[in-house]
């Protein structure tokens, strides 16, 4: 018996060697020179993880061009349009992907087997990036955004007010509890709760589900009025710096203490690490979204290989080592704190997602990472559109508006309704179109 086990074990062993041979070998047999376009962090990302890949295809050269997310996005679709420009591989940004997920300009990385990897990636993040009649993905998952609220812990025990992630959540798990801190931590003139008061309202609608699959557009939802008046009362009071919360002016205030909260995707931890607040170790907690709200999640970027590429057998070999592989995920992870859509990289390197982060506060108990794994687990799954970006924009101008015309929040919630649905018009009847092209939509 005996015998046979190990006589077993030699013939596995030699398969296995002899598999991996075959697959180093077909690594090497793959060459040539990509292209790879994005926006920052991303460069960075790929860089720490670049170590990896040539080791794992040592004969493919890439070369990074990287400019700003709309500049980026802007010449992708030019060169989209024109059948030339295009890098051998573009991000994507999760607002943009209902625009692209059924461009014939896009590689079907079906083609490529990408089917393999769907039980790897969590559901709602996958269906994003297939097309509306279901035969083609044109996208990879890269990373999800599990939505944190971000907090200055100094300033929060400046005032008298707990530090610890789990005591702040349930300090504001009301809205009675968030104008209460926004009361504490505020100075007129001086400091300030929140970029815009707008912000809780969109926390509602941060995952882009605007309209359901027939194309109704669905603002009512619970407690959205008790969550307006609060915005409300949080402008009539002076807490808030009525600017944009990626402004000059909103990155300077994070940094000196005088704007105290924002909520973003957990990939926000990154962006205070390198950008926002580099020299602010220990100035920063991080919980889940106040108000009661539930978990969610906001944006995430996506690789995607235009048709006109030359050389999409080296570009699938970069998507899929990057995104589809543990070592790839986390090694971008550590860099950037792009949370991985890649489910299986969690898991094979534990302490990226459980231990705790220095740059954080010491009463940062879990980690930011442990809480956006937690809330990575319940996102549900949304309907996208592209009309999502547009709607978006007047979560904050219509909220303005009303706020200055001195309306209830049915008024604006009204107001907000009116707006989007005059500005969404044309690109309604694109979606239409596109879904009635696709053999999808029933009138």
């Not at 789990?166 to 968030?178: N, P, Q, R």
């Not at 969690?346 to 930011?368: H, S």
Request: overall charge negative; hydrophobic content about 40%.
């Amino acid at each position: 018996m005996k015998k046979r086990i190990a006589g077993a074990l030699v013939l596995a062993m030699a398969a296995s060697m002899f598999t991996g041979a075959m697959i180093a070998q077909a690594n090497e047999d793959i060459s040539g020179e990509i292209e790879v376009g994005g926006w920052p962090s991303g460069d960075d990302a790929f860089k720490a993880a670049m170590e990896g890949f040539n080791e794992a295809y040592p004969n493919i050269e890439v070369e990074l061009n990287f400019t700003d997310t709309t500049a980026h996005h802007q010449a992708l679709q030019t060169s989209l349009a024109a059948g030339s420009g295009a890098p051998d591989v573009a991000m994507v940004e999760g607002a943009y992907i209902a625009q692209y997920k059924n461009s014939p300009a896009l590689t079907n990385l079906r083609d490529f087997g990408v089917d393999d990897y769907k039980d790897d990636f969590g559901e709602f993040k996958w269906n994003q990036a297939i097309s509306d009649d279901g035969t083609r993905m044109v996208a990879l998952p890269w990373d999800l955004g599990p939505t944190l609220f971000y907090y200055r812990a100094d300033v929060f025990e400046e005032v008298g007010l707990p530090t610890a992630p789990a005591e702040v959540d349930e300090l504001m798990s009301t809205w009675e509890g968030v104008l209460e801190v926004a009361e504490k931590v505020s100075i007129p003139g001086k400091r300030w709760f929140l970029p815009s008061a707008a912000y809780p309202y969109q926390w509602m609608f941060i995952n882009r589900d605007y309209y359901d699959e027939d194309l109704n557009l669905r603002l009512e939802r619970d407690g959205d009025l008790e969550c307006l008046q609060a915005c409300l009362d949080i402008r009539n009071n002076g807490w808030d710096m009525n600017v944009d919360m990626w402004s000059a002016e909103a990155y300077a205030a994070y940094a000196n203490g005088s704007c105290v909260c924002v909520a973003a995707g957990s990939w926000f931890s990154g962006f205070l690490k390198t950008d926002i607040d580099p020299d602010g170790a220990g100035h920063w907690g991080a919980t889940r979204l106040p108000g009661g709200l539930p978990d969610t999640n906001w944006g995430g970027s996506f690789l995607v290989i235009p048709e006109q590429s030359e050389n999409k057998e080296a570009a699938w070999a970069f998507v899929s080592y990057m995104l589809a592989t543990s070592k790839g995920q986390n090694d971008m992870f550590r860099a950037v704190d792009y949370f991985p859509a890649y489910e299986p990289a969690w898991d094979d390197a534990p302490e990226l997602y459980t231990d705790l982060d220095p740059y954080f506060n010491p009463a940062q108990d879990p980690a930011p990472n442990a809480i956006a794994t937690e809330i990575a687990a319940n996102v549900p799954t949304v309907y996208n559109t592209i009309m999502d970006t547009t709607a978006e924009g007047y979560l904050y101008s219509s909220f303005n508006a009303g706020a200055e015309a001195g309306e209830t929040p049915e008024q604006i919630r009204d107001r907000l309704a009116a707006d989007i649905e005059a500005a969404c018009a044309e690109l309604k009847e694109q979606q239409i179109q596109t879904l009635k092209d696709a053999g999808v939509w029933e009138e």
